[in-house]
T-cell receptor
Framework: GAGVSQSPRYKVAKRGQDVALRCDPISGHVSLFWYQQALGQGPEFLTYFQNEAQLDKSGLPSDRFFAERPEGSVSTLKIQRTQQEDSAVYLC????????????FGPGTRLTVT | GDSVTQMEGPVTLSEEAFLTINCTYTATGYPSLFWYVQYPGEGLQLLLKATKADDKGSNKGFEATYRKETTSFHLEKGSVQVSDSAVYFCALSKTGRRALTFGSGTRLQVQP
């Protein structure tokens, strides 16, 4: 079956531009997570959805970051007025309902802000 | 806040050598603990997990035991293969909060 997919895989943005990153979770997975992974570091949590509800956005670094999942499936992470420090790999993960806590990760979108 | 500390890499071993990658954590309560692996060019994959103290997670010859007294979850394998070359991440999650807190990763290089 299909895993988590993300698009685009690579994005180059000029400083100040807005970007939108897409995540298609595994079909039927109710939970969706976004993480930011800087070069040489582990992923850091950004936000979490259960279905269409954003239950935790404590990791979003500023109000320039916004995520949505309007129909409880596909999610978009939007970054407004990109800065160089936003350069990172953005990972999406999904998991099914239940207590296994296993998250399935997509390949990530590498964002480079120039 | 919660945190995970891993030994720095890269760790370079010869094939069939014994592997240990150290992981310690700081967290209140009783977190669940995980090892994720990232093979070159691929996404993060769950390798093994343990959800309570003294549990041992195992998969593909890798093992890790949840030690609450030392707040550790060290990854071990008795005989590594070249195909085990990857970056390994230790992580935790807290009951009721699904987000994972990751360590910084340890790169393993296995030479033939």
């Amino acid at each position: 079956g299909a895993g988590v997919s993300q698009s685009p895989r690579y994005k180059v943005a000029k400083r100040g531009q807005d970007v939108a990153l897409r995540c298609d979770p595994i079909s039927g997975h109710v939970s969706l997570f976004w993480y930011q992974q800087a070069l040489g570091q582990g992923p850091e949590f950004l936000t979490y959805f259960q279905n269409e509800a954003q239950l935790d956005k404590s990791g979003l670094p500023s109000d320039r970051f916004f995520a949505e999942r309007p129909e409880g499936s596909v999610s978009t992470l939007k970054i407004q007025r990109t800065q160089q420090e936003d350069s990172a790999v953005y990972l999406c993960a999904s998991s099914s309902a239940g207590g296994s806590y296993e998250q399935y990760f997509g390949p990530g979108t590498r964002l480079t802000v120039t | 806040g919660d945190s995970v500390t891993q030994m720095e890499g890269p760790v370079t071993l010869s094939e069939e050598a014994f592997l240990t990658i150290n992981c310690t954590y700081t967290a209140t309560g009783y977190p669940s603990l995980f090892w994720y692996v990232q093979y070159p060019g691929e996404g993060l994959q769950l390798l093994l997990k343990a959800t309570k103290a003294d549990d041992k997670g195992s998969n593909k010859g890798f093992e890790a035991t949840y030690r609450k007294e030392t707040t550790s979850f060290h990854l071990e394998k008795g005989s590594v293969q070249v195909s085990d070359s990857a970056v390994y991440f230790c992580a935790l999650s807290k009951t009721g909060r699904r987000a994972l807190t990751f360590g910084s990763g340890t790169r393993l290089q296995v030479q033939p």
